[in-house]
T-cell receptor
Framework: ELKVEQNPLFLSMQEGKNYTIYCNYS?????LYWYRQDPGKSLESLFV?????AVKQEGRLMASLDTKARLSTLHITAAVHDLSATYFC???????????FGAGTRLTVKP | DAGVTQSPTHLIKTRGQQVTLRCSPK?????VSWYQQALGQGPQFIFQ???????QRGNFPDRFSGHQFPNYSSELNVNALLLGDSALYLC????????????FGPGTRLTVT
């Protein structure tokens, strides 16, 4: 069965702290995506990771992909309030364009 | 450059009715995918259209159907609405064969009463 699991599902952080969100998936894939969603809004693409060992960084967010471990991480450095949102990882399995999303991590950054 | 657009923004329907949602892809994109996002959950893939054909379908009943037009825009139709169909419906566009990077529209919030 194709599964994408994120943890934690809820994360409350203090400003200035670091933390990591984990995304595990059940079957081989070399295409993993991270999205951000603000309440009542659509999905904003953050990162596209297409190969083993891929690492991408944008501002205080850094994403990595380990296809052998079937694991991606989204690392948050020195969190600020503006990062408060729900973060989703999504995986495309096989040759067909069937994108499966994790349940999301709801991040709250407190002053 | 217009991004992905969807209409309507909000919709309220009654059980048993039918609904049509519309999506126009980002300029240069030829592939449209539809997702259903229930409150507090991740999006679930409904189906994908390319070259006016359904190319892939998720685990949704036949009540959910779609169409793609020659200008690449797309419609999602849902028949015999159930309360459980209440959700945010997201349309995403991409360019076929291009690493599947999708751009999402603002969504249509459907409420079934």
């Amino acid at each position: 069965e194709l599964k994408v699991e994120q943890n934690p599902l809820f994360l409350s952080m203090q400003e200035g702290k670091n933390y990591t969100i984990y995304c595990n998936y059940s079957t081989t894939s070399d295409r993993l995506y991270w999205y951000r969603q603000d309440p009542g809004k659509s999905l904003e693409s953050l990162f596209v990771l297409l190969s083993n060992g891929a690492v991408k960084q944008e501002g205080r967010l850094m994403a990595s992909l380990d296809t052998k471990a079937r694991l991606s991480t989204l690392h948050i450095t020195a969190a600020v309030h503006d990062l408060s949102a729900t973060y989703f990882c999504a995986v495309v399995f096989g040759l067909v364009n069937d994108m499966r999303f994790g349940a999301g991590t709801r991040l709250t950054v407190k002053p | 450059d217009a991004g992905v657009t969807q209409s309507p923004t909000h919709l309220i329907k009654t059980r048993g009715q039918q609904v049509t949602l519309r999506c126009s892809p980002k300029s240069g994109h030829d592939t449209v995918s539809w997702y259903q996002q229930a409150l507090g959950q991740g999006p679930q893939f409904i189906f994908q259209y390319y070259e006016e054909e359904e190319r892939q379908r998720g685990n949704f009943p036949d009540r959910f159907s779609g169409h793609q037009f020659p200008n690449y825009s797309s419609e999602l139709n849902v028949n015999a609405l159930l309360l459980g169909d209440s959700a945010l419906y997201l349309c995403a566009s991409s360019q076929w064969g291009q690493n599947y990077e999708q751009y999402f529209g603002p969504g249509t919030r459907l409420t079934v009463t």
